[in-house]
């Protein structure tokens, strides 16, 4: 996911109806890692966004000749020097529109629960791909360019915790969508 930049300012797109559409008839919720296949299906039913991309991170522990990938960091041994991190984002179209400036907005303030760890911006691959793609991503701030990065066990840990608030919060921010689709 590299060339993470400052969020853009959404632009007029008279195409989106038609681009999420599509992007929907060819999203495949058996290709999701399964921590966020409730997630996804629940977004698709918003219609001023679509989800793009999405990954729920990933621990590997590196333990000698062992490696252990994991959606979930377990308790580490003392042997247990470095983890690997994936990088945990999820990257949504949103439309130029009232409800999707609003969600934008929703979007904007997810890092101030954890703003050490939590980004909120631009994906240049995925914008050039599809205007107004914005992505919420969980990596460490010094390596928020990066798809991967070594971490120490404590930095683990603490990335651990601010992705279980990072989808905690965008499940109560789902959940807020569809009560206001319900209305």
């Not at 007029?12 to 966020?36: K, M, V």
């Not at 629960?113 to 050039?128: K, N, S, T």
């Amino acid at each position: 996911m590299q060339a993470f930049a400052e969020p853009r300012g959404l632009e007029s797109n008279a195409g989106f109806t038609a681009q999420r559409e599509h992007a929907l008839a060819h999203l495949s919720l058996e290709g999701l890692d399964c921590p966020l296949v409730d997630l996804v299906q629940r977004l698709t039913a918003v219609p001023w966004c679509f989800p793009v991309e999405s990954c729920c991170g990933h621990f590997v522990i590196l333990d000698g000749d062992h490696r252990r990938v994991l959606d979930r960091l377990p308790p580490l041994g003392a042997s247990a020097k470095r983890v690997l991190y994936r990088v945990a984002y999820v990257a949504l179209c949103i439309d130029d529109d009232p409800a999707g400036r609003e969600l934008l907005r929703d979007l904007q303030a997810v890092p101030s629960i954890a703003p050490e760890q939590i980004q909120f911006g631009c994906v240049d691959h995925l914008w050039r791909r599809q205007v107004n793609t914005f992505v919420l991503q969980v990596v460490p701030w010094a390596h928020r360019f990066v798809d991967d990065v070594i971490l120490s066990p404590a930095e683990a840990r603490d990335v651990d915790e601010a992705r279980s608030w990072y989808f905690a919060r965008l499940d109560d921010l789902v959940r807020d969508l569809q009560e206001r689709l319900s209305t």
